[in-house]
Nanobody, 120 residues
Framework: VQLQASGGGLVQAGGSLRLSCVVS????????MGWFRQAPGKERELVAR????????YYPDSVKGRFTISRDNAKNTVYLQMNSLKPEDTAVYYC??????????????WGQGTLVTVSS
């Protein structure tokens, strides 16, 4: 299984980015998917989760109302729309398969991630 995240970059505070994650080697249409981030010196944290159908989503308070996760199962792709970005959103962002209703990754599939840098 390979996960190719893209769409990161340098953006000013208040700006927006849309991340994409293309999964190959496995169909994700029956899998919950999550976006995680890891800032320097910090642990990896879940920032968004979406059920296999796309009906159910979850966001921690730190990003709720600013981030939106979506998916296109036909393209085996997951997206993360990030608006009103803050400097504290600076991190490497990863997507992966997660256990339904949890923040637990499954299978240890991470990919290389995509770097998001938000300047103040």
């Amino acid at each position: 299984v390979q996960l190719q995240a893209s769409g990161g970059g340098l953006v000013q505070a208040g700006g927006s980015l849309r991340l994409s994650c293309v999964v190959s080697g496995r169909n994700i249409d029956t899998r919950s998917m999550g976006w995680f981030r890891q800032a320097p010196g910090k642990e990896r944290e879940l920032v968004a989760r979406i059920s296999w159908s796309g009906i159910s989503t979850y966001y921690p308070d730190s990003v709720k109302g600013r981030f939106t996760i979506s998916r296109d199962n036909a393209k085996n792709t997951v997206y993360l729309q990030m608006n009103s970005l803050k400097p504290e959103d600076t991190a490497v962002y990863y997507c992966t398969i997660v256990s339904p209703g949890t923040a637990s990754p499954l299978g240890g599939y991470w990919g290389q991630g995509t770097l998001v840098t938000v300047s103040s």
